[in-house]
Nanobody, 126 residues
């Protein structure tokens, strides 16, 4: 079992930066891949970024590539999403997620993840 709690959201202007954090409970955090998703009003939840258990490999949605960076600190059971050059279209509720241990399901689909945080709102004004 794993519990996730996001923090760090807020209201910013276009071009600003934010750093989201996700605190995970559970003694086996370091064994899990982790991901960030987001959901804007009236839209489906979409993949943002993924990081494997060691942090050595990351993947990003094309819409955030070059602007967002996912990272993790296994000693602290934390996952981060550094968001730079934010755009109004980045406005959404951001969720961190973890799959079942040893899952091989495709990383970009919400259905592939078993554990979710409650989300944190990010609003970018133009």
């Amino acid at each position: 079992q794993m519990q996730l709690v996001e923090s760090g959201g807020g209201l910013v202007q276009a071009g600003d930066s934010l750093r989201l954090s996700c605190a995970a409970s559970g003694r086996t955090f370091s064994r899990y891949a982790m991901a960030w998703f987001r959901q804007a009003p009236g839209k489906e939840r979409e993949f943002v970024a993924h990081i494997i258990w060691s942090g050595m490999t990351t993947r990003y949605a094309d819409s955030v590539k070059g602007r967002f960076t996912i990272s993790r600190d296994n000693a602290k059971s934390m996952v981060y999403l550094q968001m730079n050059n934010l755009k109004p279209e980045d406005t959404a509720v951001y969720y961190c997620a973890a799959p079942d241990l040893d899952s091989t399901a495709p990383m970009k689909f919400p259905q592939s993840y078993a554990y979710w945080g409650p989300g944190t709102q990010v609003t970018v004004s133009s």
